[in-house]
């Protein structure tokens, strides 16, 4: 009889719920998707029908309920926290304790009122065990190092472990409140962004500046240990006691006030980000060479939300330390809900491992698939024209509107899982186009013009582009261009701030970041069939290898889940086409049999 | 902060009406024959009997009853959290950490200088069994 287990993780920030039927993971979802609610940290009713519905079952069937963290160590961490803080934590704890006293420190009754049928147990699982669980149990490893490093889980910022079959042990931690991933969203604050939501623009900012104040910040604000850990210098920050994460003698130090939302981005923020950035790839860097040293252990898993940080996971992997390495793609606390269910499968109830051991995050669509006759449906009820196609004909007929200069919205299959969109809910566009990413950031993603975009790239030719020689499907590595696909570099050198935008780097501008470094996503016709489809026509045509991938949502609002928040989105943009499962709708303009567009090779722009 | 929830539910409102009508009334006969306070007593009676009301004739007053009661109770509530939140931070956070403090309390490793003579911030992490999974400590 098959054993299923819900995971769950809530109530700090990007909850969700995952379902995990005798050691395979069914469905997983997080809660903003279905509550449109960026971030949403509220119990994940929604993500927990969804998983249920999936798997048609009820509350009253599940065997296990697993959740990612333990509240009580985490409260204690809070109370320890405001009594060394005695005369300054008030308006931290005034806003905490009515939460923790109605939600955090009832989180059993708060799943009996949810799940409603439920008589099983409820597991907990140490913070840091879910995140180590989520990445070392979905790889293909038999053996592996685990490294998680997060802002903070009960009392641990960072952890190394190794896990074994199916067994994980965490060996060292380091801990609150000395945290990588805290700092990282300190700085993050100071430059104006959202905490916990919007670190990776801090990654995409720091191309564009020089470290100028990395050897201020190791000598007064961060001492980087040997092994990766580290100190920090609590006179800067408040995040231990009070509301916010910084202190005004950050701003005193690096000479200038944080930077408001709606203020511009100067230079000195570029540089303030490259800084911090810098500080981070090196703490990361050995983290990762202290794992190998703890463990010996020739593949590393990482997990945690500066796992996200690909920059990092890309200067380790070039670091050669180990054969392989695995991320997981919901490093983040979503993934804790993963980590949770699979932990209590293998070690609660004692269960192996599959064999032969494969990914398990079957490419991160484990949300709601999009049906095509309800899309039909919902089409036709708003008097709205599409055209059909066949699954065959589409990914040509795709790859075509793109070549034509194109920006396609595409909402069909399951859901990721995740924060990254990997070809399900998707943006896809040109990325020989220049044109391209300010064109998407400016007019369909309403957002900031520095900011990135990633190709999907065929795993088969990935090998030209980048000295990568592993997988990267979930878009986690960021890894430099090849020498002989970089253009104009001396003219480059030149540029400072966001002149860098306007300068041609390569043959692929819209994907090639200001330092000539492009985040990764390989699609291979086993994980990603019908991706994979889009790209292979798309090379066909133009004979690139890939297409710009980026989420599809706007500025400020969670990826799209459904048919109608596609739609939604697609009206209020700039998209041309909307691929929903296999019908497709057109703005007026848009020519359908447009030809290919031409662009030079890199070849042939250095002649 | 958990809120009262507005929307209907009449047989959750009718078993809280009866709920309130019982606990005040308990309430009301103790503060009236063994603290003899009067006043305090024929307040909270009333209260009680509100209650009733709303019980006994849900069907009739017993949404609007609810409501008023609800909304009533936010609004002392919005008064008297912040008042009992701060006593619970006088008493417990301020004299205790205080006192903590004193003693050298030092579980965050505040002192910059001293952590920076350290060679590593790393400690042995706890080992977890598996009736660990059954706590939430």
Redesign the interface.
């Known amino acids: 009889m098959a054993t299923t287990i819900l995971g769950i993780s809530a109530f700090y920030h990007d909850s969700a719920a995952c379902l995990v039927r005798n050691g395979e993971i069914i469905a997983a979802a997080e809660e903003e998707r279905f509550s449109r609610v960026k971030g949403d940290s509220r119990f994940p009713r929604k993500a927990v029908e969804f998983c249920l519905a999936q798997a048609g079952l009820t509350p009253a069937q599940l065997d296990a309920v697993?959740y990612y963290d333990?509240?009580?160590?985490t409260f204690?961490r809070l109370?320890?926290?405001?009594?060394?803080?005695?005369?300054s934590?008030?308006p931290s704890?005034?806003v905490s304790?009515?939460?923790w006293i109605?939600?955090k420190l009832k989180?059993?009754k708060l799943i009996d009122a949810n799940l409603s049928g439920y008589a099983g147990?409820i597991?907990?699982?140490?913070h840091?065990?879910s995140h180590a669980a989520s990445a070392f149990f979905c790889s293909p490893f038999e053996e592996a190092a685990l490294l998680v490093v997060d802002a903070v889980g009960e009392w641990?910022v960072?952890?190394?472990?190794e896990g074994k079959g199916n067994e994980l042990?965490?060996?060292?931690?380091?801990?609150?409140?000395?945290s990588l991933g805290l700092f990282y969203s300190a700085m993050t604050q100071y430059l104006g962004f959202k905490v916990n939501q919007d670190e990776y623009k801090v990654m995409g900012l720091a191309p564009y500046g020089e470290p100028k104040y990395e050897a201020l910040l190791r000598e007064r604000v961060i001492?980087l240990?040997?092994?990766g850990?580290?100190?920090?210098?609590?006179?800067y920050f408040q995040y231990?006691y009070g509301l916010q994460m910084i202190h005004p003698r950050l701003e005193e130090l690096l000479g200038r006030k944080a930077r408001a939302a709606n203020e511009p981005v100067e230079r000195f923020h570029m540089d303030v980000a490259a800084s911090a950035q810098s500080v981070t790839v090196e703490s990361m860097i050995r983290l990762a060479r202290?794992a190998k040293n703890m463990t010996g252990m020739k593949n590393l898993c990482l997990a945690g939300g500066v796992a996200l940080n690909c920059v990092g996971n890309g200067a380790i992997y070039r670091e050669g330390l180990f054969d392989d390495i695995y991320i997981q793609p919901a490093a983040g606390d979503a993934g804790g809900a993963i980590g949770a269910a699979l932990?209590?499968w293998h070690?609660?109830m004692v269960k192996p491992r599959p064999n032969p051991l494969r990914d398990m995050m079957q490419g991160a669509y484990l949300g709601p698939d999009i049906e095509t006759d309800g899309c039909k449906d919902y089409l036709r009820g708003l008097d709205c024209e599409f055209l059909e196609f066949s699954e065959e004909d589409l990914p040509k007929r795709i790859a075509a509107w793109i070549a034509a200069g194109y920006a396609i919205g595409l909402c069909r299959g399951r859901m990721e899982f995740g924060p990254r969109a990997l070809g399900a809910r998707s943006i896809l566009a040109d990325p020989r186009d220049p044109e391209a990413q300010s064109r998407i950031n400016l007019k369909i993603k309403f957002r900031e013009s520095f900011r990135p975009f990633a190709p999907m790239i065929l795993e088969e030719r990935v090998g030209e582009y980048f000295k990568l020689d592993i997988p990267s499907p979930y878009m986690l590595l960021v890894m430099p261009l090849r020498e002989e696909k970089r253009l104009n570099r001396e003219e480059n050198a030149g540029r400072e701030g966001f002149d860098k935008l306007n300068a041609v780097r390569s043959d692929i501008p819209a994907v090639t970041h200001v330092d000539y470094s492009v985040r990764v996503q390989t699609v291979n016709s086993e994980r990603n069939p019908f991706a994979w489809r889009v790209v292979k026509e798309f090379e066909a045509l133009t004979g690139c290898p890939m297409v710009v991938n980026t989420s599809f949502n706007v500025r400020g609002e969670p990826i799209v889940c459904d048919h109608e928040d596609a739609y939604y989105c697609f009206r209020m943009t700039g998209l041309d086409i909307l691929v929903l499962g296999d019908c497709v709708v057109v703005k007026p303009g848009v020519d359908l049999e447009a030809p290919p567009r031409e662009f030079a090779s890199v070849e042939a722009l250095s002649t | 902060m958990s809120r009262p929830d507005f929307y209907p539910n009449p047989e959750l409102e009718k078993e809280r009406l009866q709920q309130g009508f019982l606990i005040g009334a308990t309430i009301g006969f103790v503060v009236l024959f063994l603290l003899r306070w009067h006043a305090l007593a024929s307040v909270i009676f009333l209260f009680s009997f509100a209650h009733f009301i709303g019980w006994a004739n849900y069907d009739r007053v017993g949404r609007g009853i609810y409501v008023c009661l609800n909304a009533l109770g936010l609004a002392v509530g919005r008064l008297i959290t912040p008042i009992a939140l701060a006593l619970m931070y006088g008493l417990a956070i301020l004299f205790c950490g205080g006192l903590l403090r004193l003693f050298g309390m030092n579980r965050l490793e505040r002192d910059f200088a001293r952590c920076k003579e350290k060679d590593t911030m790393f400690y042995d992490a706890p080992a977890t069994q598996r009736g660990d999974f059954e706590r939430q400590s």
Do not use: C
Not at chain 1, 79 to 87: D, F, G, I, K, V
């Open positions: 697993a333990k509240p009580i160590q204690s109370l320890q926290s405001y009594l060394e803080y005695p005369l934590s008030f704890f005034r304790m009515p939460l109605h939600q989180i059993p147990p597991y907990f699982s140490r840091h065990e641990a960072t952890s190394i472990g042990r965490l060996i060292s931690e380091s801990r609150f409140p000395h001492d240990k040997k092994d850990s580290l100190a920090l210098n609590l006179d231990p202290a932990q209590t070690q609660v």
